[in-house]
């Protein structure tokens, strides 16, 4: 006897967003779109449909809200590293200092300087009252983050062409 052939995994999300099955969070609808995350290089989906919202990212978790009950979170990543390895080195170590910490306002990659090769647009030690600190590209967009305080560059936490998440620090204004 031949299995049913199963559906691709486009397919069966098409078919979930189109609500053609049951409603409430399915649990193959998490895991297809945790395989999508991982084709797609994303760091995290989110879709809904029919007020049931399901979110799956790929630093931490899954999960749904709305009408439907919440689903068991399914954890993402991959296992903790053992204990002899180094640290994850991409995470800055922000030392308590007074200041105003500049935060990345979005997913996308940070710029310090307006183009390859130019100069930064600040540097440690610069004094700073307004204007474009660095450039976040997201979507092939570029978008200036400007200094919410006038102040010094105290510290820059990123170096050019760093990817960056939502919230992470960026610089420290004194």
Known sequence: MSEPKRKTLRARITTWLKGETTPGVDQDVVRDLARLLEETGLSEIEV??????????????????????????????????????????????????????????????VYLSPQPGAPPFVQLGDAVTDGTLLIIEAMKTMNPVAAPVPGRIAEIYVHDAQPVEFGQPLMLIE
């Open 48 to 109: 809904e449909r029919g007020g049931v919202r399901v979110r799956v990212a790929r630093n931490g978790h899954a999960s749904a809200s709305g009408s439907a009950p919440p689903s068991p979170q399914i954890p993402l990543s991959s296992p903790p590293p053992p204990d002899n390895a180094p640290a994850e080195e991409s995470k800055p170590q922000i030392q308590e200092r007074k200041g105003t910490v500049v935060s990345s306002p979005m997913v996308g990659t």
